[in-house]
């Protein structure tokens, strides 16, 4: 009889955190580090409503806001925003701050949020929506092959990433300016050290 235990579930939050930075998701999963800063206050104030409990007929069309998810199968769980069912067929709509823009972090979330729904009703998801909160529009998702692909290649990463405990450089570019964790992370500092060293290494191996 094998002593190994089931791995735990991941969080639907932590495959966003993985596709934005993996480091940002080592900090928040595996250091167990958050700050708040004025972007995660603006979205948790733009999630206020998702975040409550609640079911709603809007024009024949069953709305679920905070509906708890899981997979069996993928290991996952979580909670989607809204999820709407048309004639049963259940479309995801996460919340996201700002205007419109193409969201890739938040388009493997949402295709996660999608495969949970498969697995929980038995029905295929086949498109959900970005909201948008800044511009009040929504930005249509196709849960096309190429994005189930990538979902799933997350979901691998980000639990090899929590079984070994590993913790990735600093990425040190133009995602860290709105990111809470950077007093934590320290993105220029741990950059400026390793590219010393690089430098040093460069130094004395070139040939003279």
Not at 17 to 45: D, F, K
Not at 69 to 98: C, I, M, N, Q
């Amino acid at each position: 009889m094998s002593d190994a235990s089931p791995e735990p579930r991941l969080m639907l939050s932590a495959l966003e955190h993985y596709a934005y930075c993996p480091r940002q998701c080592a900090l928040i999963h595996v250091e167990q580090s958050y700050e708040e800063n004025v972007y995660t206050l603006r979205g948790n104030r733009d999630h206020r409503r998702a975040d409550e409990p609640e079911t709603e007929i809007r024009d024949d069309v069953r709305v679920e806001r905070a509906l708890p998810l899981y997979s069996g199968r993928l290991g996952l769980t979580g909670r989607a925003d809204v999820v709407e069912f048309h004639d049963g067929t259940p479309y995801p709509v996460e919340y996201k701050h700002g205007t419109t823009r193409r969201h890739e972090p938040g388009r493997i979330q949402l295709c996660a949020q999608a495969l949970c729904l498969e697995e929980m009703t038995g029905r295929d998801v086949p498109a959900g929506a970005l909201y948008h909160t800044g511009s009040n529009r929504r930005q249509e998702v196709d849960f096309d092959p190429s994005l189930r692909t990538d979902t799933h290649e997350t979901i691998n990463a980000v639990r090899t990433q929590l079984r070994e405990q590993t913790m990735p450089p600093p990425v040190n570019d133009d995602r860290c300016p709105p990111c809470s964790l950077q007093e934590v992370c320290m993105p220029d500092a741990v950059d400026t050290e390793a590219r010393q060293n690089r430098e040093t290494d460069r130094l004395f191996t070139a040939e003279e």
